[in-house]
């Protein structure tokens, strides 16, 4: 393992280990204890829907999830199309929290996977790939364990955008225009944006805190995104949150499709040798449903 990727590890290791600074305990990466209206999960939804979404269209009968994280895309996965799902994490800390969500979950490097050729179906990695320098090598290693499919979701670049240096952890190594991507994963992949700028402003139609605190999306202090953003939060306080936020999940969608210039997000689908195509998709309701389940009863929730 590189310097680069140990540095990452370690980094990981402290982020899963928590708390992040700012709060008084361990505030999970993903919603896992079910449903939150936190600002920063509301993209996490909403571009979680668009892959599940994708994935839907196929048949499979077990499932990788590279980059599982704490297990959250993991599990939705094993509800919502009753497959084995196996985790694969870069962190030892998040492997951890990951098996109180899967039952089969490693700590491995996804340039190196300990899976045999052709043992899973499918494997679906979300925000991942791009914070590994030797990309190529990392989808050879997923065409290589997948028999039938691969769901990447990645940030993509801008024309002449610079990536960044290993200098830091986790850091934007392999971060490529959808061009790249093309010629990356080859004829059979079939290249979709996600998540569209245009929606960002109304996230304040549902998130119960502002949005604009955080980082990068500051850019919803200056016009004319700062007068719409003002317009939602009003509006939101008066709307179901709940309610608008399958709303905002759905348009997510629609709206990247319908203009992908505007986009950051990019869905990268693999057909290989062995796909198979679902005769009947299972319903968006279905997967909303079970993405924004509420808290089940018993489950401890996190604080601020």
Same mark, same amino acid.
């Given at each position: 393992?590189?310097?680069?990727?140990?540095?990452?590890?370690?980094?990981?290791?402290?982020? #899963?280990?928590?708390?992040?600074?700012?709060?008084?305990?361990?505030?999970?990466?993903? =919603?896992?204890?079910?449903?939150?209206?936190?600002?920063?999960?509301?993209?996490?939804?909403?571009?979680?829907?668009?892959?599940?979404?994708?994935?839907?269209?196929?048949?499979?009968?077990?499932?990788?999830?590279?980059?599982?994280?704490?297990?959250?895309?993991?599990?939705?996965?094993?509800?919502?199309?009753?497959? =084995?799902?196996?985790?694969?994490?870069?962190?030892?800390?998040?492997?951890?929290?990951?098996?109180?969500?899967?039952?089969?979950?490693?700590?491995?490097?996804?340039?190196?996977?300990?899976?045999?050729?052709?043992?899973?179906?499918?494997?679906?990695?979300?925000?991942?790939?791009?914070?590994?320098?030797?990309?190529?090598?990392?989808?050879?290693? +997923?065409?290589?364990?997948?028999?039938? @499919? +691969?769901?990447?979701?990645?940030?993509?670049?801008?024309?002449?955008?610079?990536?960044?240096?290993?200098?830091?952890?986790?850091?934007?190594?392999?971060? @490529?225009?959808?061009?790249?991507?093309?010629?990356?994963?080859?004829?059979?992949?079939?290249? #979709?944006?996600? +998540?569209?700028?245009?929606?960002?402003? @109304? #996230?304040?139609?549902?998130?119960?805190?502002?949005?604009?605190?955080?980082?990068?999306?500051?850019?919803?202090?200056?016009?004319?995104?700062?007068?719409?953003?003002?317009?939602?939060?009003?509006?939101?306080?008066?709307?179901?949150?709940?309610?608008?936020?399958?709303?905002?999940?759905?348009?997510?969608?629609? +709206?990247?499709?319908?203009? =992908?210039?505007?986009?950051?997000?990019?869905?990268?689908?693999?057909?290989?040798?062995?796909?198979?195509?679902?005769?009947?998709?299972?319903?968006?309701?279905?997967?909303?449903?079970?993405?924004?389940?509420?808290?089940?009863?018993?489950?401890?929730?996190?604080?601020?």
């Amino acid at each position: 393992m590189d310097e680069y990727t140990r540095r990452t590890r370690t980094w990981l290791d402290q982020i #899963y280990a928590g708390p992040p600074p700012g709060f008084g305990e361990y505030v999970p990466h993903s =919603p896992i204890h079910g449903l939150s209206l936190r600002s920063q999960y509301i993209g996490t939804y909403a571009h979680l829907y668009a892959v599940l979404y994708h994935l839907a269209r196929y048949e499979f009968s077990s499932v990788l999830d590279l980059g599982a994280g704490e297990g959250f895309l993991g599990r939705l996965i094993r509800e919502i199309f009753a497959v =084995p799902v196996f985790g694969a994490d870069l962190s030892l800390q998040a492997c951890r929290r990951a098996r109180s969500q899967l039952p089969d979950v490693v700590c491995a490097h996804a340039v190196e996977l300990p899976f045999r050729t052709g043992s899973v179906d499918a494997i679906v990695s979300v925000n991942t790939l791009e914070h590994i320098v030797e990309i190529q090598q990392a989808v050879n290693e +997923l065409a290589r364990v997948a028999r039938s @499919l +691969l769901v990447v979701a990645l940030p993509h670049a801008r024309s002449g955008q610079a990536r960044e240096l290993p200098t830091e952890p986790h850091a934007h190594v392999s971060l @490529l225009t959808r061009a790249e991507m093309q010629v990356l994963f080859g004829p059979r992949a079939h290249i #979709y944006p996600s +998540l569209s700028k245009i929606v960002r402003p @109304l #996230y304040a139609l549902v998130a119960e805190d502002d949005i604009r605190n955080q980082p990068r999306y500051r850019w919803l202090s200056r016009q004319p995104w700062s007068v719409v953003y003002r317009l939602a939060r009003a509006a939101g306080s008066v709307l179901p949150g709940a309610a608008m936020l399958r709303w905002l999940c759905r348009a997510e969608y629609v +709206l990247a499709r319908l203009f =992908p210039w505007w986009t950051y997000e990019t869905i990268v689908v693999v057909e290989l040798a062995g796909v198979r195509h679902r005769v009947r998709r299972v319903p968006a309701r279905e997967i909303l449903d079970a993405l924004l389940r509420p808290p089940r009863s018993g489950d401890p929730l996190p604080r601020s």
